[in-house]
């Protein structure tokens, strides 16, 4: 009898231990909490398979016997927890989210108690489950999970030979979802009802007439329903309205004119286009606002050099640069030592360090023979200035172009 009472003794220490003392129940590192999880849950609500989400489960073992004497009785351990089951890589996963259970965690091979993947099946609502052992890090059991509406059940039987008998195992799971919920779908919906942002790019332009004129590149603005130049100018934030009135889709050019009430037109341009040929090793420079959103509004100086007189595959129409660009330059003024403008910024090679490549100054001279912009200055006003000087003059002929659907 002393045996009979030790085993029900270590029954009840298994099923009650007091686990708040040990290290409880955490996510995996694909989620950090069950919030973050149900934030997965609702941005993914249209492309979830039904069996992903946060359940509450009941596991009956019924595989524990109890013996006395001669006679044997079968002993059932019940637990609950709650889990999360989601997709990864192809398959499903699951995890216990929090409970009186240690988490499993099969990857790293930290297994305690319930881990489970999930494999679908040609059949509907059916899906082949792996249970992994708490003893054996490599073992398992597998069968059939059912899934019917908000209910997810498992079970597996069999017999264990013993030296002296056979044991019979017994084990029933039972889950019921509890989120994805109607609640959740109804703020899934809400939520993707909400007007969306028109699709935005920006790049930079500049100044070729007094009366709203500017240049940047056809590529920022082709197929967009609304264009504005940002002027930051002063300390102060201006949007005006443009529309375009020449395009050069081959060069990658395209001729603004702002049409807002609000704008009072630009005086004084401190450059002109050069007229004489560009040679390979003279220093060159940009301004522009490259990658905005991380980098800032305030507009960037970066330099180099011509690095060769023909652009990518041999164009004669542009000019390889060693200056480095990113997105958002793009249509940016390219000047030499002296201030006058030689090229517009159009391109960058993603297979080379500080490739870039700018449309040469004579395919924009082509561009605005049938407009009537204004008349630049004869020679650049910034010629004896050294560079922050013309930096603190150029910029403010500089702009951000945005554009959008």
Request: with cysteine.
């Amino acid at each position: 009898m002393k045996l009979v009472l030790t085993r029900i003794y270590l029954l009840i220490f298994i099923a009650s231990f007091p686990f708040s003392h040990i290290a409880m129940a955490q996510f995996n590192t694909d989620f950090k909490d069950e919030i973050a999880f149900k934030k997965y849950l609702v941005n993914n609500i249209l492309d979830l398979d039904p069996i992903e989400g946060i359940w509450n489960t009941t596991i009956t073992d019924k595989s524990y016997q109890l013996i006395e004497g001669r006679k044997v009785f079968p002993v059932s351990i019940g637990s609950e927890e709650r889990m999360v089951i989601y997709k990864k890589d192809g398959a499903y996963k699951s995890y216990p989210s929090q409970g009186d259970l240690f988490i499993w965690d099969c990857e790293v091979e930290q297994i305690k108690i319930s881990c489970y993947t999930f494999e679908k099946t040609a059949k509907n609502g059916v899906y082949l489950y792996k249970q992994w052992d708490n003893n054996d890090f490599h073992s398992y059991h597998e069968g059939y999970a059912y899934l019917d509406g908000a209910t997810l059940s498992m079970s597996r039987s069999g017999t264990e030979m013993k030296s002296y008998s056979t044991q019979f195992n017994s084990w029933e799971f039972e889950g019921i979802k509890l989120s994805p919920n109607p609640d959740d779908i109804e703020a899934a919906r809400r939520e993707n009802s909400k007007p969306v942002e028109p699709d935005k790019v920006s790049g930079t332009g500049f100044v070729i007439g007094n009366t709203g004129y500017l240049v940047t590149a056809n590529h920022v603005v082709e197929g967009m329903n609304y264009i504005t130049v940002k002027d930051l100018r002063n300390e102060e934030s201006k949007r005006y309205s443009c529309v375009v009135v020449e395009r050069d889709k081959r060069n990658d050019l395209v001729i603004l004119k702002i049409v807002d009430d609000g704008f009072g037109g630009f005086q004084n341009i401190p450059y002109t286009l050069r007229s004489n040929k560009v040679q390979v090793g003279e220093d060159v420079f940009t301004l522009g606002y490259p990658l905005k959103s991380s980098m800032g509004e305030e507009i960037k100086l970066t330099n180099g050099i011509v690095s060769a007189s023909s652009g990518f595959d041999g164009d004669t129409t542009m000019m390889q640069i060693s200056v480095p660009v990113q997105h958002g330059n793009s249509g940016g003024p390219l000047f030499d030592k002296n201030g006058d403008l030689i090229g517009v910024v159009v391109s960058k090679h993603n297979g080379a360090e500080n490739v870039s490549y700018a449309v040469k100054v004579r395919e924009l001279k082509k561009l605005l023979k049938s407009l009537t912009v204004s008349t630049l200055p004869a020679s650049s006003l910034t010629t004896n200035k050294d560079l922050p000087s013309k930096v603190g003059i150029l910029k403010d002929y500089v702009f951000i172009i945005e554009a959008g659907k």
